[in-house]
């Protein structure tokens, strides 16, 4: 045989193997190609793969197929028995259809028009109803209950349940994407546009609605359930987590980028499914392909098991009469763009353009009314399909599932929306719409209260004492409560006592170490604590080594629910690399996208499993919020809890690694995030002091603060310096809070300076204030400053607070009371770009000047890169001058002199920093 026709089925097979029976062989071809000529191909195709099927039960090592034909993986003789009451379920069904529609259009009406989505719950109804009536377990069921992804443009259906529920009031309905404006009892009561925790903690869980993080999320949530649960923590094995997602989703790479994980760890505890109604915001999804068919080969090569519902029963008789194969190949051949079409037509178009490709099938439906052939339904509109699927789902052990149900866009809101390209976006009903809606759903409503207002049709809820509402909650008590459900009641946690924290407070003595490995410390003081320290979660994307964290490996040991199967090459080592089905660190491999997730998963168990745990995510700053920020920004959306860690920060800390290392911006990034309280440290025990604090806000119910729903992120370095130990008196309302004085400048008279720096920086200044004062005469104080962005927003909040109440006497803030009576200019520098020091410049009641490291990160040695950036020590004493003489107190020809006294545009002359340190 020749190389090129050895397709794709060929690698893998011993097709390399020489040919020890060439006749043979050729005996085998040539029957095949008898079998192509006598019965066609289709009933080769069947012998074929019926060959490779007995193959593999012979264990002969054929490689797998991925792709199956475009046909349900359940045959109708397989589904089981369905145990609801079908009739009732669709009349609620249908009433929900009606109100999430109702919603939208209402919340479009005149003045408010901030729309919403119809099309794509009216496509997924089934698949949530199924679900709910029968699978989703709620926070009450005795295993704990589910965790559920509810897709997030989905949400009016969400809505629309919870009104038939009794769960929201007509009142409250009406407030959707209202938040702030819409009152209900005298109080503002709004429903966000799609799930956001952070917004309506009761009720959503899980953020969705960016494309792409709730698939990663849902494997996260579904590793870290098997987590908890082989650390002991707590027993997950009834839980479930299932991921409700779009097919144009799918098109996401982190939607598809974390599958491997799952079929790794084997989570059985995870379901996909992804309504593919073939289309995505602006039109196909695969227009000239098929999205099922993708998909499939894609989810069963990474190893997930796979089950299709593409066909409603009434197609198994046609089906059944197949005998030929002449319907599955048409089935198989036709584009998803044709199948879209389709269903944009009617039963006629569908007998001419589908049927009447081939005269057998053409045949098939000759007795088939047009309205007969418009009735063969999509599988996903199929109750008993959907419940069939999600049930050997569950069934299925040993790989996650991934149901690919095909359903029709836009589905049973009339012609003017299924199917249409526009549905997507189309947000309000015409009155014809709305009158055929109103007939199709049987929703008793009439022609005249309709057309009283069409912007405003009525919801509709037939009272709670109808039948079907007693239903409907029975279906729900019976499985554990409400979804969606939010709860953050948790055990009680014993937080570490302050003894913990006394050697990142006593510092490194003589020892030169870098920021890094002070933390490093610190965290495994934390987890040596007997309570407390089983609930710390480190999270590292392969850097554990670089940080010195492969210290943790033998005695904490790396998860993995396989536990470690194979010889360690290192296993004779005092650190060897240890893998246990209960380890304690989260290691995720290169995936910083991934850990993210890992960090919401943990971050939340406070509220998705009532126990809290504390992720500690660290990672190369440089690779955090700039490649993840999404995901961090749904983290703080879920109200994840836990710290951040950015190791190797600073433009020009990390030892000659340049421009797509050198982090000097993470802090302009994390600053955009409301909840994210950042630090940018120099010291041990500033660390110290951080880490307790976030703790107590975080989990001690006695701290003050409001909302404990915070993550602390904290850049920390590479450079080995030594770490002092605090101050008698520390300054811990300082540190916290962003700045505290740490050295006096020694005289009383002439010319005065404010240094301020953070983190790497703050030795730069220290240097500056002696040259300042040796060669100068000027005296400087120099400032710690830990949080430029806590100093920043405590200053807005004051600003915010006049802006209501101009004439009431206002607070102070922070950083512009700390400076009172605080001479002369203030210069401030850091390893990060001008805007992160800038970020005060406002409330400085001083000349304020800043330096940065602007510009991307070059590679070279500490002090010549610092230099070049001109923030080092002899750039501030530079500046310092310049400020002086800015504001009289000196002559420029000062500054002119010490700059070239010094040769700032010398990169060579840089003396600020060491060199070395782990990278
Ligand atoms: C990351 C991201 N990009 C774009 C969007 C805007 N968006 C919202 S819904 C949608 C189309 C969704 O199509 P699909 O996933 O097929 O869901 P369907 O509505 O068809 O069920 C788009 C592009 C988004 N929400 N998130
Ligand atoms: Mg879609």
């Known amino acids: 045989m020749d190389n090129k026709n050895k397709g794709p089925i060929l690698n893998g097979l011993p097709a390399n193997v020489p040919d020890i029976d060439p006749q043979e062989t050729q005996d085998w071809i040539d029957s095949l190609d008898a079998l192509v000529e006598e019965g066609g191909t289709a009933r080769a195709r069947y012998i074929m793969l019926n060959l490779i099927q007995r193959a593999r039960q012979q264990r002969i090592g054929v490689p797998s197929l991925t792709a199956t034909d475009y046909v349900n993986t359940i045959g109708a003789e397989d589904e089981p028995w369905f145990p609801g009451d079908e009739e009732v379920e669709r009349r609620f069904r249908r009433w929900i259809r009606w109100n999430a529609a109702v919603q939208v259009q209402r919340a479009q009406r005149e003045g408010i028009g901030v729309g919403g989505h119809i099309s794509t719950y009216a496509s997924a109804a089934t698949l949530y109803e199924v679900g709910l009536n029968h699978f989703f377990r709620g926070k009450d069921h005795p295993g704990g209950g589910d965790h559920i992804f509810y897709q997030g443009h989905a949400s009016p259906g969400m809505y629309a349940r919870a009104f038939l529920e009794g769960r929201l009031s007509a009142e409250q309905m009406d407030g959707f994407r209202q938040q702030s404006s819409h009152y209900v009892n005298g109080k503002p009561f709004g429903l966000p546009s799609y799930p956001h925790p952070r917004q309506m903690p009761d009720f959503w869980e899980h953020p969705t609605v960016s494309m792409g993080i709730g698939p990663q999320a849902a494997i996260s949530q579904a590793q870290f359930d098997r987590y908890l649960h082989n650390r002991g923590i707590k027993d997950t094995s009834q839980q479930h987590t299932w991921a409700f997602l779009g097919d144009g989703e799918m098109d996401e790479p982190e939607a598809r980028g974390m599958l491997q994980y799952a079929a790794y760890e084997e989570l059985d505890n995870l379901t996909f499914v992804i309504n593919c109604n073939l289309q995505r915001l602006d039109g196909p999804v695969r227009g000239n392909g098929k999205i099922i068919q993708e998909l499939e080969s894609w989810f069963r090569g990474a190893g997930w098991n796979v089950i299709k519902v593409i066909w409603g029963r009434e197609w198994d008789p046609l089906l059944a009469k197949d005998r030929d194969g002449a319907l599955v190949n048409l089935m198989n051949a036709t584009p998803d763009g044709d199948y879209q079409t389709y269903k944009g037509e009617s039963g006629g178009f569908v007998r001419d353009n589908f049927f009447g490709r081939d005269p057998r099938t053409k045949a098939m439906v000759e007795d088939y009314t047009d309205q007969q052939i418009w009735n063969l339904k999509r599988g996903g509109h199929d109750y008993r399909k959907v419940y069939a699927a999600y049930k050997a789902a569950l069934e299925h052990t040993g790989q996650p599932t991934v149901i690919l149900v095909k359903t029709v866009k836009g589905y049973s809101l009339g012609p003017h929306f299924e199917a249409r390209n526009a549905t997507h976006q189309m947000k ?103 309570e407390f320290g089983k609930r710390v979660v480190p999270i590292i994307p392969d850097e554990a080594r670089t940080f010195g964290m492969d210290s943790f490996f033998p005695t904490k040991k790396i998860y993995n629910p396989h536990g470690q199967n194979y010889i360690s090459v290192d296993r004779d080592l005092f650190l060897s690399y240890k893998e246990a089905t209960d380890g304690q660190l989260l290691h995720m491999g290169i995936n910083e996208s991934g850990s993210t997730t890992a960090l919401t998963a943990a971050g939340t168990s406070y509220a998705t499993h009532g126990e809290p745990m504390i992720p500690f995510y660290i990672f190369y700053s440089m690779f955090g919020f700039q490649r993840s920020g999404d995901q961090f920004w749904a983290a703080s959306d879920q109200m994840a809890r836990g710290f951040i860690l950015g190791a190797t920060a600073g433009r020009t800390t990390l030892t000659g690694e340049g421009l797509q290392h050198g982090d000097g911006h993470s802090h302009v990034l994390s600053s955009t995030f409301p909840s994210i309280v950042s630090y940018d440290p120099a010291y041990a025990y500033e660390i110290a002091t951080i880490i307790r604090d976030g703790l107590h806000r975080m989990y001690d119910p006695e701290d003050p603060r409001q909302d404990p729903n915070v993550m602390y992120y904290i850049t920390m370095y590479n450079e080995p310096m030594v770490q002092p130990k605090a101050p008698e008196d520390l300054d811990t309302e300082g540190i916290i809070k962003g700045l505290y004085k740490l050295k006096d400048g020694n005289k009383t008279e002439g010319p005065k300076v404010q240094l301020m720096a953070s983190g790497v920086g703050v030795p730069w200044i220290l240097e500056a204030q002696e040259i300042l004062e040796k060669d100068w005469g000027v005296s400087a104080d120099v400032w710690s400053v830990t949080s430029w962005q806590e100093l920043r927003r405590d200053g807005q909040e004051a600003d915010d607070a006049r802006l209501l109440d101009p004439e009431a006497e206002h607070r102070v803030p922070f950083v512009t009371q700390k400076l009172l009576g605080s001479e002369g200019p203030v210069i401030a520098t850091s390893d990060f770009t001008r805007t992160v020091p800038d970020m005060i410049r406002q409330y400085v009641p001083n000349h304020f000047t800043s330096l940065g490291a602007d510009g991307y990160a070059i590679s070279d040695t500490r002090p010549a890169a610092r230099r070049y950036f001109l923030i080092d020590a002899h750039s501030v004493v530079v500046q310092a001058l310049i400020s002086l003489a800015d504001t009289g107190e000196i002559d420029m020809s000062k500054a002119a002199e010490a700059a070239k006294k010094y040769g700032l545009d010398d990169p060579r002359k840089g003396v600020s920093g060491t060199t070395g340190g782990d990278a």
């Open 428 to 530: 309000t009903m015409a009155l014809e719409d709305l009158k055929a809606a109103r007939d199709h759903f049987s929703i008793p409503i009439s022609d005249k209260q309709l057309e009283e207002n069409p912007e405003l049709p009525p919801y509709y809820h037939p009272g709670e004492d109808a039948p079907e509402i007693k239903y409907l909650l029975d279906r729900r008590h019976e499985l554990g409560g409400f979804t969606p459900e939010r709860r953050s009641k948790y055990v009680d946690i014993k937080l570490p006592d302050d003894k913990v924290f006394e050697p990142g407070m006593r510092g490194s003595g003589k020892q030169e170490i870098a920021s890094t490995m002070a933390f490093v410390r610190i965290l495994k003081d934390l987890m040596r604590d007997k």
